[in-house]
Structures are given as C-alpha cells and as structure tokens.
C-alpha cells in the first residue's frame, strides 16, 4: 500500500526566512507525480506545486521549489522569503493505482512569525 | 481557477437525521472523490467515481453512501447521521487524463449532536 509519511506535524520560521518542510513516501507506481498542497485555516485546499518524478530537474513556482529524491522517495518542500499568507497546513500527497487516488500524509502546521 | 462547490459549508443537526452533503463541479472532470478530514486534519478517502454511474469505496470505511447520475454532481448521503460523523467533509475532482491533479472544494463541516 502506499503512504506518505510528513514526520513534522508543526513548524514555525520567522517571516522572510527560509523552511523546508518533508515528506517521504512510497508508490509501486513507475511514473507519478508527487503533490504539495497548502490548506489555509477554514479555506480552500490548494495545490502549492508538483513533480513529475521521471524528470530529474526539481520544480519551483515562484518562493516554493522542492527537493525530489527518487532514489530515497523523498519529496521535501522550501520555502523561501517566508510571508504571513504562507501559514497553513501543507499536505503531501503520493498517487496509487496508476494515478486514479492521491494518498496524503498527515500534515505539516506551518506557523509564521511575524 | 477551479470551479468546484460544496453545500452547506456547515451544517449542525441532531442524531438520527438524514443528510445530503452536495459538491458540483464545473469543469467538466470524470473523476470526482470525497474525503473524511478529522480533528487532527488528516484526510482519509471515503467514495470516489470514475464517471457517471460509476461509485467506489475509499481507503476508509464509511457509513455513507454516494451517487453520481451526472458528470457534474456528486452528493454524500447519511441516512441517519450519529456524533461519530461529526467531521469536515471534503470534496474534489480530477481530469481523467491529467496528473491526478485534485482541485477542492471548500469543505462541508458537519456537527451531530
């Protein structure tokens, strides 16, 4: 079976500064892609960024790149220049059964410090 | 934008009641799903649908049931809801061909007395 394990269940950075956040899964699927996803307090899940993991090169959209390990099935999430809309929850999610569900970890509470 | 919608987005009723839990989508998707977010924000798949006519079972057991007679709509249904269904209830939709890419909804809370 698939999971996805986020083993930082909250963290804090101070605004403007750097934080990764990880996230380690495992999938029998031979290509995938691999999903960060941003819950704000009583809004909206939203898609934050995602990899592909046939291509080698780590994806950034804007203040958020990750750091996709294939080899080790991890999938680490940077954000840079930290702002105070950045705190929420932040959920990784993997797909099983050729991409047809997506399975989330438990979640990463982030907290911005102004 | 993604064009997703969910009614009511918070519903208190009491024990024993039925309810319908309502999520449209107007982006035309096949694929629709819905999840279980406890307490401690987990979420755990409950029901999903490749299509028209077509329900499974997710990863969590559930007492709930769904339908999808259109493409667009995809309601929950409780027909006697307890406390222990006390949760948020989310749901989503996905192109059948994309990367399994979610788009949500905004969540319906449901409380049971």
């Known amino acids: 079976a698939q999971t996805v394990t986020q083993s930082q269940p909250e963290m804090s950075v101070q605004e403007a500064e750097t934080v990764t956040l990880s996230c380690t899964y495992d999938?029998?699927?031979?290509?995938?892609?691999l999903f960060w996803y941003k819950q704000p307090p009583s809004r909206q899940m939203i898609l934050v960024i995602r990899q592909e993991a046939y291509k080698q090169q780590n994806a950034t959209e804007n203040r958020f790149s990750v750091n996709f390990q294939k080899a080790a099935k991890s999938f680490s999430l940077k954000i840079s220049d930290s702002q105070l809309g950045d705190a929420a929850m932040y959920f990784c999610a993997c797909p099983n059964f050729g991409n047809e569900k997506l399975t989330f970890g438990t979640g990463t509470r982030l907290t911005i410090i102004p | 934008e993604a064009d997703i919608y969910q009614t009511p987005r918070y519903l208190v009723i009491g024990t024993g009641k039925k309810i319908t839990l309502e999520c449209s989508q107007t982006?035309?998707?096949?694929?629709m799903y819905w999840y279980q977010q406890d307490p401690g924000m987990e979420l755990h798949l409950i029901h999903y649908s490749y299509g028209v006519n077509s329900t499974e079972k997710g990863d969590l057991s559930s007492e709930s049931t769904v339908s999808r007679i259109r493409t667009e709509h995809f309601p929950l249904t409780l027909e006697s809801a307890r406390p222990s269904h006390t949760s948020q209830y989310l749901c989503?939709?996905?192109?059948?061909?994309?990367?399994?890419?979610?788009?949500f909804g905004e969540g319906s809370r449901l409380t049971v007395l």
């Open positions: 982006m035309g998707h096949d694929k």
């Open positions: 989503a939709s996905s192109d059948w061909a994309s990367t399994g890419e979610l788009f």
């Open positions: 999938t029998s699927e031979s290509d995938y892609y």
